[in-house]
């Protein structure tokens, strides 16, 4: 194994702090290798007028948060990407593997920061660019004015009662817990009733197929964290979603010992939603995850899905 491994992540704060927080333990475990790090600008980070991701995403050729990233580690310019898991597309670069999934998972919830949900007044605004979570909020109050917003995560907050008059904003809990910038006025979120991006709060770790940087941190990661993002992840695999799509997922571990997960699909509006739930062993846990999509699908979601994908 070379001395060196190049570590590559986006350039903003949260994606500095996720580096730490992966790298912290490997640097003790493995003192005799030096480890960099390098920043990589992704297209969602560039531009920040296009007002979806989605569309980011098609300028981009790929994802809005993982393409540029890819190609620096499929050439060679980086050994190692340090991704927000949810970030990640379900199908990673050819050549490309993921490493087992690191723990701990930090909380897999959102947030909805600046106030209550229920004690929001009628037609409060309410800001968020994930369709997910648009459709979800929507779901559970259909009177809210949902305004697109991106950016980081001190910039969202910054919208709460700032020049857009925001009464709330939307954010994952993990990002906030990450930057230490939990706001006094919040309320997390039951993953129950609002289940989350698959892969929120964990962190993706992808390197070159057959590379020493494999071969160096194939011992690392956790096989219950692991278990959960792959079962949701292929959950929305078979539901060939993405970020665009408003499917969230939730799996955890239960004192059964058994792989629980739950999932919901909702139309973009929140008029429609189908949910379902489900468990089996840990050591399946994408036969969970196409099992629970089936149900979905059985329940109708492939309508709804349908619908959203109108051109």
Known sequence: MSAVVTIGSRASKLARTQVTEWLTPLAARFPGVRFKREVILEGGDQDRITPT????????????????QEAALVTGRVDVIVHSLKDLPTAVHEGTVL??????????RDVLCGAMLEELPEGARVGTGAPRRVAQLLALRPDLHVVPIRGNVPGRLARVKGRDRLDA???????????GMMPEAHEVLDPVVFPPSPGQGALGIQVRTDSEAAR???????????????????????????????????????????????????SLDGSQQVTAAGAGPADAPEKLGACLAAELFARGAAGILAEIRKP
Not at 53 to 68: C, D, H, I, K, P
Not at 99 to 108: A, C, K, M, N, Y
Not at 217 to 232: F, K, N, P, S, Y
Request: net charge negative.
């Open 53 to 68: 991701l989605a569309e980011v995403a098609r300028t981009a050729g790929g994802s809005a948060f993982s393409t540029n």
């Open 99 to 108: 490493l087992t999934t690191p723990g701990p998972r930090e909380d897999v």
């Open 169 to 179: 904003v939307v954010l994952a809990a993990a990002g906030l817990n990450r930057l």
């Open 216 to 266: 160096l941190l194939a011992g690392t990661g956790d096989a219950q964290v692991d278990a959960c993002v792959r079962a949701e992840r292929a959950l929305l695999a078979e539901l060939h979603g993405g970020c665009s799509v408003p499917v969230g997922a939730w799996g955890r571990m239960e004192e059964d010992g058994r792989l629980h997960l739950s999932a919901a699909v909702t």
